[in-house]
């Protein structure tokens, strides 16, 4: 018979088992030791070029494992960033905890003001994905393409369906120089698709935009139709019902991964560390790959929704030609697009 | 300006006359020393950044790197060319505008009979009141040429208009609607101090009101019209938040978000971006010199002087047209942007196929205020907003009193010197100051730079003038024989000045702090170089909202900021008279 006293004696029993579950399941992320002082910290710093809601639903996905630490974004996109990493840096007052580009290649050369540092699980992430030894693939971006259902009736499949003559959206694009994703798309767009297909994208009428963010939202307003946009740009706000559609082009998506790393003058280090751990994990990966919609370079990762059945034809670029080609053929990219800086 | 004031200056004080030569020097020679560090060190470190090549923040100064180069290259490259033609015309045609509607409110309210002028008279100076960004922002909403809520209005009307906001047009529009207030200013104050006798001459004359108007009148406020004009211009070529919204969807620049794009590059541009600078400030100084000469002798904006009864013209039915006209301005500067901004702040998506859709209440809810409230950057940017607000505010008060004072109350050696140097802030475009800033302060030790004192201590630059200005008219309304009165009971000059001018100056003096405070949570141009994240004030932070392409979040904050001026100001106007101090700021 349930007596008072007996249903104290399970509530209590559940409430010990939940929190001694909780507990082991927070330290599959890091020592007693970190997750202690983490907590005493309580706060971390995060300096990122990646889109503000997509970390904000990171920094949810976090704070649901360890309520007690509050994550601050600090989001500038990439060119921005890197100037402001430095002036804070000569002022000595860099604040991030954890500081994470979208460009490989401009990431390495901060290595000498990073701090040694790997995650539990970092085997399994391939070689390429690591530099120094202080850098990980925190966030993986894909590029595909996006539109505006209420407005198109006939969305493209594929890269090479929009340069098909009877093809009259109206486009919007980011400069490839903007950051490490535009430059991997249009690297993308002329190693795989080839010089015809670059020259015959660049005839097309675009509107440019600065970032993600802002073009998705002109997608979404109407102002354009057709879009390039990351995976993580587009999902989200088609779960919430926004008029914008995703479209895994049949030709390849251009795949960038992030370089995130913890600076040694970060004010929060075991926190850092700990949420870089938890980012890292597998949770932290799927909550990235599920509710913001991006792609992931754990070994075994889910696929963003819609692409789990897809063959996709994921294109990473080469280390060494992404760094020495990039100046040349932005150049040449701004040229044909008649983009001027 | 100052000029005037000396001409009035106060016989002295008994208590200085019996200083020694060079310790007459102490105290004006501290006040010197602050102007300097505050104005003088700031602005050439900027000149000499732009004759160096070294990255300040990377390598910090030497003298030793001397070069033209910048400066051959700024004058010599087709985009700086394009920014500056784009910047005079736009701020050109803003001026023009801005003369247009503030010379015709102040006709309509010194010199009609229109009904209700006292709303007239606040609609003609609300302007002032509203962010630049902010403005910028919801006539982006409104006239965004696809997808603008003017636009898809006409769509449902049937009509086969379009309006398109991102272009010179919209920005000469946005400029000279709410930077009319300044003209507003200048000649309202003239018309009401004008002597009507020379305008009864000309009707007795035989001549009829507009023929006096166009011969009589107008001449005779010449000086004010320019005057305004002028100092509409200036502060439009120095303004960051409007073109950055409006022009940049159409690829123009101009020289201010020219400048803040070079010292966003990667590797930032530091040294092109102070020669670009000090380009913008010899155009803004040439303007300030001609403004100065033409007001020489004359104050338009103090409370001093006769007052006469000016003439009021007789509209009949006519003053209803003026009514109507005051009214469209108002709907124009207030009742649609803020439309705007509630559409979009409450709105979960911005995709507005037809005007129907505009009043489907399913697709308002209040995510984007949520979203804003949880991201911990919003509250911070809230409190670092207050906190510079008030620090800029005390310290700026504390030093315009003591300028004030020193240019006005007293006899100390140095007063014109100091009087010119508080003045110079006025040629000096807010963004060209946060360059400096940056420039001067970055490698210093002793951390100032990346906290909200650096930001406060700009600000109090920034806003010297006009906080000196303001306090300096209250100061000139005490009069000298109570002070003299106070010193001949024995009392020395500091509780001379606690005792008797503070009392009595009370009201002005929190009159300027509320409006340095007010102009400082405003601020954007100077801020966006100063800022880390954790100084992150409120104004950089919408901006930030902005350019991340969140438009619901950017118009949450929007309305929010809104509010909180409002709430401001209107506590401020409640205890001071703090709002003809605002209007008369410029």
């Avoid at chain 1, 007596?3 to 509530?11: D, E, F, G, N």
């Avoid at chain 1, 500038?76 to 905890?97: C, F, M, N, T, V």
């Avoid at chain 1, 057709?226 to 993580?232: E, G, Q």
């Avoid at chain 2, 602050?34 to 060190?41: E, K, T």
Wanted: charged share 15%; with cysteine; aromatic share 10%.
């Amino acid at each position: 018979m349930l007596t008072i006293r007996r249903a104290l004696k399970l509530v209590v029993a559940l409430g010990i088992a939940f929190g001694t579950a909780s507990a082991v399941a927070q330290a599959r992320f890091g020592s007693d030791d970190l997750i202690a002082k983490a907590k005493k910290e309580g706060n971390v710093v995060l300096y990122t070029a990646n889109q503000l809601e997509s970390e904000q639903l990171l920094a949810k996905g976090f704070n649901a494992r360890f309520p007690e630490i509050k994550v601050e974004i600090v989001r500038a996109p990439g060119s921005q960033l890197i100037a402001r990493i430095d002036a804070e840096a000569a002022g000595g007052k860099l604040r991030a905890d954890v500081m994470e580009l979208s460009d490989g290649g401009l990431a390495s050369r901060y290595l000498p003001q990073l701090d040694n540092y790997a995650p539990p699980n970092a085997a399994e992430y391939p070689d390429s994905t690591r530099v120094g030894g202080k850098l990980w693939p925190k966030t993986t971006w894909g590029y595909v393409l996006s539109y505006n259902p209420a407005l198109v009736k006939n969305p493209p499949k594929s890269w090479s369906d929009l340069i098909d003559p009877k093809f009259d959206q109206k486009l919007g694009i980011i400069p490839a120089g903007a950051g490490g994703t535009t430059w991997s798309l249009a690297m993308f767009h002329r190693q795989v698709l080839g010089e015809a297909y670059w020259k015959a994208l660049a005839q097309k009428k675009f509107t440019f935009f600065s970032s993600d963010a802002p073009l998705a939202s002109a997608v979404v307003r109407g102002e354009v139709t057709v879009a390039p946009l990351k995976s993580n740009s587009i999902i989200p706000m088609q779960r919430e019902g926004a008029p914008i559609r995703i479209v895994y082009p049949d030709d390849g998506v251009s795949i960038t991964v992030s370089a995130a790393g913890i600076p040694r003058t970060a004010p929060n280090p075991s926190a850092a560390r700990l949420f870089m751990n938890w980012v890292l994990s597998r949770e932290g990966q799927d909550v990235w790959v599920e509710t913001s919609g991006g792609f992931s370079m754990l070994k075994g990762a889910k696929m963003p929704a819609g692409a789990e059945k897809l063959k996709l034809k994921l294109w990473v670029p080469d280390v060494k030609e992404y760094a020495s080609l990039r100046e040349a053929w932005i150049k040449e990219w701004n040229l044909l697009y008649n983009y001027r800086q | 300006m100052g000029s005037a004031a000396l001409a009035q200056s106060v016989a002295p004080l008994p208590a200085q006359r019996d200083a020694a030569g060079w310790a007459r020097w102490i105290w004006p020679g501290c006040l010197l020393a602050i102007l300097g560090v505050l104005v003088i060190y700031p602005l050439a470190m900027l000149v000499i950044g732009a004759s160096t090549n070294i990255n300040p923040t990377v390598g910090g100064w030497g003298l030793d790197a001397f070069t033209v180069e910048n400066y051959l290259e700024v004058v010599t490259n087709p985009n700086v060319h394009r920014a500056m033609f784009n910047s005079l015309i736009a701020s050109l045609g803003g001026a023009l505008l801005a003369v247009a509607i503030g010379l015709f409110f102040a006709w309509v309210v010194t010199r009609t009979d229109t009904p209700l002028k006292n709303m007239i008279e606040l609609a003609g100076m609300l302007p002032l009141f509203v962010p630049p960004l902010v403005a910028a922002f919801a006539w982006s909403l409104l006239g965004s040429p696809s997808t603008g809520i003017i636009n898809i209005l006409l769509e449902g009307s049937g009509l086969g208009w379009r309006v398109n906001f991102y272009s010179l047009g919209g920005i000469i529009f946005v400029f000279g609607v709410y930077y009319a207030p300044y003209v507003y200013m200048f000649t309202a104050a003239s018309l009401k101090q004008m002597d009507p006798a020379l305008e009864e001459a000309s009707a007795i004359s035989g001549v009829g009101p507009f023929g006096t108007m166009l011969r009589v009148t107008l001449p005779l406020i010449a000086p004010a019209i320019l005057s305004g004009g002028l100092l509409a211009f200036v502060v439009m070529l120095g303004i960051y938040g409007i073109p950055a919204i409006l022009a940049t969807p159409a690829r123009e620049t101009f020289l201010t978000t020219y400048i803040f794009t070079l010292v966003s590059w990667s590797p930032p541009l530091y040294n092109k971006a102070a020669a670009v600078s000090t380009l913008l400030v010899a155009v803004t100084a040439l303007c300030v010199y001609v403004q100065h000469r033409l007001l020489a002798g004359r104050s338009f904006v103090t409370v001093a002087g006769k007052s006469f009864k000016p003439r009021q013209l007789n509209l009949g039915p006519w003053r209803y047209v003026t009514l109507a006209f005051a009214l469209a301005y108002l709907f124009v500067v207030v009742v649609a942007p803020s439309a705007a901004l509630l559409i979009a702040a409450l709105r979960k998506f911005l995709f507005i196929p037809t005007v129907a859709s505009l009043f489907d209440i399913s697709q308002y809810s209040l995510t984007h205020f949520k979203n804003l409230f949880d991201n911990p950057l919003t509250l911070r940017s809230i409190g670092n907003g207050l906190k510079v607000g008030f620090a800029a505010a005390f310290v700026g008060g504390a030093l315009s009193f003591a300028i004030g004072y020193t240019i006005h109350r007293s006899r100390t050696p140095g007063r014109a010197l100091i009087d010119y140097l508080t003045t110079v802030p006025i040629a000096v475009p807010g963004l060209v100051i946060g360059v400096a800033y940056l420039w001067a302060w970055v490698h210093l030790p002793g951390g100032l730079f990346g906290t909200i004192w650096i930001l406060a201590l700009a600000f109090v630059a920034r806003f010297l003038p006009d906080t000196v200005k303001a306090l300096s008219s209250s100061l000139m309304q005490v009069h000298h024989e109570l002070e003299e009165a106070s010193v001949i009971c024995g009392h020395g000059l500091l509780s001379t000045i606690r005792r008797i001018v503070l009392p009595l100056t009370w009201p002005g003096v929190l009159s300027g702090m509320v409006l340095l405070f007010v102009l400082s949570i405003r601020e954007l141009g100077s801020s966006l170089f100063l800022y880390t994240s954790d100084s992150i004030i409120m104004s950089v932070l919408l901006l930030d909202f902005f350019e991340g392409g969140n438009i619901g979040v950017t118009a949450a904050f929007s309305v929010f900021q809104s509010v909180l001026l409002l709430v401001i100001i209107g506590t401020a106007h409640h205890f001071t008279r703090t709002t003809t101090d605002l209007a008369a700021s410029g």
